[in-house]
């Protein structure tokens, strides 16, 4: 049993390989890879030494080579000497042999009357005076084939001064001085080919183009010594451009600067240079400014050619930087008298206007791209938490969206320079009210149409979020409200303030740039039209919410002129607890709910409330005053006739109106107004049928004084009205989970303000319509007084 197990632990003991084997295989395997690794390291020392051998080798070479140089250079310049001193024994001999001459011929006179005629183009020296005349020629000539310009100028210039008639251009002269001065002029024809030839190298330096202008000068070409040096400039510009522009897209953003310092430095190292050499005169000075013109074209075409995308934040900075550092460079230049701002503007406004154009138009899309961008804006918490607030009660796309636009108007603001905005602000300040009005259209789209059916909503643009409840809608406005308010003014502070600056110290810029502020905007002109945007979505809001609540409603609750004409019993006066008509009713309690929703919602904005509740009560009066139609063309119907309670009514329910907006804090002249031209319009048309108001109607203090005790009434709870036919949701705000029937309806029109979590008095704020409190009534004036 034993002996079958160890077979079982060891089942393959048979296959081992011994270990002499394994010693045979493996040792002679590595003998053979140490002897091939060891001829590979041999001949690769073989190979190092030869390279070695070779590059010293070379190296020798190349020390023998500089030793020949050098001998070379110093050989070239012994036989410039030798050749120099050559020309100068010719010289002398030259002119040897023509004194020889000279004296020969004194003393044979004869001879050379029988010598033929002298050919055309040589001169005949026959005394002293033509002996100097040719040797100062050959002199000239000397100098001319050695090059040696400022010698020659020299040489012409002193026997220009010696013989003034070689400047005339007089016929007057003899055969023998015109023929001088032929051959003179022919020399002095080639000195200036041969200085345009200097002017013209590529590799001139500037001492030399000084040396050749300086030789053109003196010999009369001023015209075309200035050409040149303007030519010579304008190539040594062209160059230093060609080296630096490679570098430009490592730093695409402010290029420009470095390239409007390389391109105006040299307009004022050339304006001075120019200067110096011409003078002040008129033409010269024109022709430099020409000339520098064309190197501000150029600069802006490069600008152009080498800057960012238009449409990135990046192009807008370049642009930025641009204009501040080439405006700086005019103001600059101004001192040398060159006046150079306006050309610039001129030739950078349509890039500057394509760049702005652009930016605002991938702001545009950026703000309206409610759906597909989770894109995480670094948006400080300075700008960001007031909109955050308005996240609880709406969609997150509203915030998001509000979020996107302030963000991208701060990106633009931070990218402006000073001078940018001096000159450019009036377009970016336009832009701005152009991309918030358009917002606002974007925020309307939200907003639920009146009275919307299946094929309205069909037809409407499609929008990811809409606002369909009142905290959602409210919610809305106070985005829009805070972003005009409050964002806005703190994004747009450092354009104010620039503006300002300039204006107070009254040298922004000098009086040869441009006008300030391109289409200038002044402050309060533009946060004028900033609210007429924003009060294009609160208008809006307010006809939407008023329409529905008038066309939702039937029966008695809905506000129309039947209810004026279909009244029966005794006068209002003689009823001893006389109300609001149902619908005003209504109307108070939708005031009411929609008050306490915008005290949630727009907590710590009083003043929205104050104008959404001010211009909604508008909204209602406006309505009536205008609904020619169906209001006054049934209240003026022959057929039905206003009787006298349908008057009171009526009055009654304008007082109301008037008294709910004074009463909760936000009393308007146009309510007023409208109210007093309403109640004056259905008198006119009571009388003219021939009743007589002054029997009808009451003192104007009852319809105050009872439009007074209805809101105490309404706000601290009564009995006894009819309004049964009243919605509570138009009263009174309820908990989700309570229900309430029709017949419990029917006995008070309102709930107790101890049961109601959102009663009128149960909100503490003084300044908002929920939290008006009954003892104000009696400090209230009177419907007549005028509105303080």
């Given at each position: 049993?034993?002996?079958?197990?160890?077979?079982?632990?060891?089942?393959?003991?048979?296959?081992?390989?011994?270990?002499?084997?394994?010693?045979?295989?493996?040792?002679?395997?590595?003998?053979?890879?140490?002897?091939?690794?060891?001829?590979?390291?041999?001949?690769?020392?073989?190979?190092?030494?030869?390279?070695?051998?070779?590059?010293?080798?070379?190296?020798?070479?190349?020390?023998?080579?500089?030793e020949e140089v050098v001998e070379m250079e110093h050989e070239l310049n012994e036989l410039q000497k030798n050749i120099s001193a050559?020309?100068?024994?010719?010289?002398?001999?030259?002119?040897?042999?023509?004194?020889?001459?000279?004296?020969?011929?004194?003393?044979?006179p004869g001879l050379l009357n029988s010598e033929e005629p002298q050919k055309d183009g040589e001169i005949d020296f026959s005394n002293e005076a033509e002996d100097e005349k040719r040797l100062c020629l050959e002199n000239i000539d000397i100098l001319l084939a050695e090059h040696k310009v400022e010698e020659a100028i020299e040489a012409i210039d002193a026997?220009?001064?010696?013989?003034?008639?070689?400047?005339?251009?007089?016929?007057?002269?003899?055969?023998?001085?015109?023929?001088?001065?032929?051959?003179?002029?022919?020399?002095?024809?080639?000195?200036?080919?041969?200085?345009?030839?200097?002017?013209?190298?590529?590799?001139?330096?500037?001492?030399?183009?000084?040396?050749?202008?300086?030789?053109?000068?003196?010999?009369?070409?001023?015209?075309?010594?200035?050409?040149?040096?303007?030519?010579?400039?304008?190539?040594?510009?062209?160059?230093?451009?060609?080296?630096?522009l490679p570098s430009c897209p490592c730093y695409p953003e402010t290029f420009s600067a470095t390239l409007s310092n390389l391109i105006f430095s040299t307009i004022s190292s050339t304006t001075k240079e120019m200067g110096l050499m011409f003078g002040d005169d008129l033409v010269y000075s024109n022709r430099v400014v020409q000339w520098a013109e064309w190197q501000i074209e150029l600069f802006v075409r490069l600008v152009k050619e080498n800057a960012p995308s238009s449409e990135t934040v990046s192009a807008l900075h370049a642009a930025s930087v641009c204009?501040?550092?080439?405006?700086?460079?005019?103001?600059?230049?101004?001192?040398?008298?060159?006046?150079l701002s306006k050309v610039l503007l001129v030739l950078l406004e349509p890039y500057v206007e394509e760049v702005l154009e652009l930016n605002f138009r991938r702001a545009r899309k950026l703000v309206f791209a409610f759906s597909g961008n989770d894109e995480i804006l670094p948006l400080s918490p300075r700008l960001a938490s007031p909109l955050s607030t308005f996240a609880i009660s709406s969609d997150g796309l509203l915030v998001d969206s509000g979020t996107r636009f302030i963000f991208m108007v701060k990106d633009i603001v931070e990218q402006l320079t000073r001078l940018v905005i001096l000159h450019f602000g009036g377009n970016v300040l336009t832009r701005i009210l152009q991309l918030f009005d358009q917002y606002m259209d974007e925020l309307i789209k939200a907003l639920p149409e009146p009275s919307e059916d299946d094929s309205l909503v069909e037809l409407k643009e499609a929008i990811p979020f809409s606002a369909e409840t009142d905290s959602q809608q409210l919610a809305l406005l106070g985005t829009a409200f805070t972003i005009?308010?409050?964002?806005?003014?703190?994004?747009?502070?450092?354009?104010?303030?620039?503006?300002?600056?300039?204006?107070?110290?009254?040298?922004?810029?000098?009086?040869?740039?441009?006008?300030?502020?391109?289409?200038?905007?002044?402050?309060?002109?533009?946060?004028?039209?900033?609210?007429?945007?924003?009060?294009?979505?609160?208008?809006?809001?307010?006809?939407?919410?008023?329409?529905?609540?008038?066309?939702?409603?039937?029966?008695?609750?809905?506000?129309?002129?039947?209810?004026?004409?279909?009244?029966?019993?005794?006068?209002?006066?003689?009823?001893?607890?006389?109300?609001?008509?149902?619908?005003?009713?209504?109307?108070?309690?939708?005031?009411?709910?929609?008050?306490?929703?915008?005290?949630?919602?727009?907590?710590?904005?009083?003043?929205?409330?104050?104008?959404?509740?001010?211009?909604l009560t508008e909204?209602?009066?406006?309505?009536?005053?205008?609904?020619?139609?169906?209001?006054?063309?049934?209240?003026?119907?022959?057929?039905?006739?206003?009787?006298?309670?349908?008057?009171?009514?009526?009055?009654?329910?304008?007082?109301?109106?008037?008294?709910?907006?004074?009463?909760?804090?936000?009393?308007?002249?146009?309510?007023?107004?409208?109210?007093?031209?309403?109640?004056?319009?259905?008198?006119?048309?009571?009388?003219?049928?021939?009743?007589?108001?002054?029997?009808?109607?009451?003192?104007?203090?009852?319809?105050?004084?009872?439009?007074?005790?209805?809101?105490?009434?309404?706000?601290?709870?009564?009995?006894?009205?009819?309004?049964?036919?009243?919605?509570?949701?138009?009263?009174?705000?309820?908990?989700?989970d309570e229900l309430h029937d029709d017949d419990e309806l029917h006995d008070e029109v309102i709930s107790d303000s101890d049961e109601s979590p959102s009663s009128l008095s149960t909100i503490t704020t003084s300044e908002s319509f929920a939290s008006a409190e009954s003892q104000m009534l009696d400090s209230l004036s009177d419907f007549t007084d005028p509105e303080s």
């Open positions: 049993m034993e002996s079958s197990e160890e077979e079982d632990d060891f089942p393959s003991i048979e296959s081992v390989t011994p270990q002499s084997k394994i010693d045979t295989i493996y040792q002679s395997k590595t003998e053979k890879g140490i002897r091939k690794l060891c001829f590979e390291l041999l001949d690769l020392k073989d190979a190092v030494e030869n390279l070695c051998g070779n590059t010293q080798s070379k190296y020798l070479a190349f020390l023998r080579l500089s050559q020309g100068i024994l010719v010289q002398d001999l030259l002119s040897g042999v023509y004194h020889e001459l000279g004296e020969w011929s004194r003393a044979n026997e220009e001064r010696k013989h003034p008639e070689l400047k005339s251009s007089g016929d007057t002269l003899s055969n023998e001085l015109s023929s001088y001065k032929s051959a003179f002029m022919k020399r002095k024809s080639i000195l200036e080919d041969q200085l345009v030839q200097m002017t013209e190298q590529t590799l001139i330096g500037a001492a030399d183009l000084k040396i050749a202008v300086s030789g053109l000068l003196k010999l009369g070409k001023g015209p075309l010594a200035h050409q040149l040096l303007l030519k010579a400039n304008g190539a040594r510009l062209q160059k230093r451009i060609e080296v630096f204009v501040q550092a080439s405006l700086n460079h005019c103001s600059a230049l101004e001192s040398q008298g060159l006046k005009a308010e409050e964002l806005l003014p703190m994004v747009m502070s450092e354009i104010w303030s620039v503006v300002n600056e300039s204006k107070e110290s009254g040298s922004g810029v000098t009086d040869n740039i441009a006008p300030l502020m391109n289409g200038t905007i002044d402050y309060k002109d533009w946060r004028r039209q900033l609210q007429h945007s924003l009060d294009k979505l609160r208008d809006h809001f307010c006809r939407q919410y008023v329409l529905n609540f008038i066309y939702s409603r039937d029966g008695k609750t809905r506000p129309d002129a039947h209810i004026y004409l279909s009244g029966e019993g005794d006068d209002l006066s003689w009823n001893s607890d006389p109300l609001p008509s149902l619908p005003f009713q209504a109307l108070f309690g939708k005031l009411q709910q929609l008050a306490t929703v915008a005290g949630d919602v727009l907590l710590g904005k009083e003043k929205i409330q104050k104008v959404l509740l001010a211009r909204t209602v009066v406006m309505w009536l005053m205008s609904n020619e139609e169906d209001f006054w063309g049934v209240l003026e119907n022959e057929v039905a006739k206003l009787q006298p309670q349908g008057l009171q009514q009526l009055i009654l329910d304008m007082h109301f109106t008037v008294e709910i907006a004074r009463f909760a804090g936000y009393s308007s002249r146009n309510v007023h107004q409208m109210a007093s031209s309403i109640i004056a319009r259905a008198i006119r048309t009571f009388s003219g049928r021939g009743a007589n108001k002054q029997s009808a109607l009451p003192e104007d203090e009852w319809f105050v004084e009872t439009a007074k005790a209805a809101i105490n009434k309404l706000l601290m709870g009564g009995d006894g009205s009819d309004t049964s036919e009243i919605d509570e949701d138009h009263i009174i705000l309820h908990d989700d």
